[in-house]
C-alpha cells in the first residue's frame, strides 16, 4: 500500500543547531514533493517545492533534498531559532491533477 | 487578502444534528478541498473539487456530501453528525490539482460533536 512517513513525530534542537527532518514514501512516483509549515491553531502554509528532477532545492535558511532512488526528502532549516517551532509537512505530488498526500507531520521545538 | 476564508470557526454539534462549513477563496483557483485533521493521523482529504462543476470522493468521504457552489464557494455538509467526526476541518484551494500547484489553506474550522 502507499504510504508517507515523516521521520518522528517530534524533535527537539538546541537553537542554532540544524534540524534536519524526513520524509519516505512507499509505492508512489511523486513528480514535486513540497514542504509546508504550520503553527498551533492555523492552517498549513508553503514553504518549498521541489521536482523529482531536482537534487535540491534551497530558500534563506531552508534546504530540501529530494532523492527519488531512496524515496526520501530531507528538509533542513540551518541555524534554528526558537520562531522556527512549529509542526512541518511533507506533500506528495503523486499525479497530475490528483490532491496531494501529506505526511502526519513532525512537530520541531527549537529550545533557546 | 483574505484568501481562503471558512467558517465558522467553532462550532459543538449534538449527536445527529446537521451543518453546514462555509468556504470562499478570492484567488480565482479552480481547485478546492475538504481536509480533517486529527491528532496522529495528519491531514486526510476528504472531498475535492478539481474545478467548478465536478466533486469527487478523498480518503476519508463517508459522513459528508459537498457542493461546488460555484468557482468561489465550496461547502461541506455533515448530515447527521457523529462523535467520530470530532475534528479540525480545513478548506483549500489551489490553481490547479497536481502539477506542482500549491495549497493555500483556510485558518479551519473546530468541531466538536457530542
Known amino acids: 500500500s502507499q504510504k508517507i512517513e515523516q521521520n518522528s513525530e517530534a524533535l527537539n534542537i538546541q537553537e542554532g543547531k540544524t534540524a534536519t527532518l524526513t520524509c519516505n514514501y512507499t509505492n508512489y512516483s511523486p513528480a514535486y514533493l513540497q514542504w509546508y509549515r504550520q503553527d498551533p491553531g492555523r492552517g498549513p502554509v508553503f514553504l518549498l517545492l521541489?521536482?523529482?528532477?531536482?537534487k535540491e532545492k534551497r530558500k534563506e535558511r531552508l534546504k530540501v533534498t529530494f532523492d527519488t532512488t531512496l524515496k526520501q526528502s530531507l528538509f533542513h532549516i540551518t541555524a534554528s531559532q526558537p520562531a522556527d517551532s512549529a509542526t512541518y509537512l511533507c506533500?506528495?505530488?503523486?499525479?497530475?491533477?490528483?490532491?496531494?498526500?501529506f505526511g502526519k507531520g513532525t512537530r520541531l521545538s527549537v529550545i533557546a | 487578502n483574505a484568501g481562503v476564508t471558512q467558517t465558522p470557526k467553532f462550532q459543538v454539534l449534538k449527536t445527529g444534528q446537521s451543518m453546514t462549513l462555509q468556504c470562499a477563496q478570492d484567488?480565482?483557483?479552480?481547485?478546492m478541498y475538504w481536509y480533517r485533521q486529527d491528532p496522529g493521523m495528519g491531514l486526510r482529504l476528504i472531498y475535492y473539487?478539481?474545478?467548478?462543476?465536478?466533486?469527487d470522493k478523498g480518503e476519508v468521504p463517508n459522513g459528508y456530501n459537498v457542493s461546488r457552489l460555484n468557482k468561489r464557494e465550496f461547502s461541506l455538509r455533515l448530515e447527521s453528525a457523529a462523535p467520530s467526526q470530532t475534528s479540525v476541518y480545513f478548506c483549500a484551494s489551489s490553481e490547479v490539482g497536481g502539477n506542482g500547484n500549491t495549497i493555500y489553506f483556510g485558518e479551519g474550522s473546530w468541531l466538536t460533536v457530542v
Open positions: 521541489i521536482r523529482e528532477n531536482e
Open positions: 506533500a506528495l505530488d503523486v499525479s497530475g491533477n490528483t490532491p496531494l498526500v
Open positions: 484567488m480565482n483557483h479552480n481547485s
Open positions: 473539487s478539481a474545478s467548478e462543476g465536478t466533486t
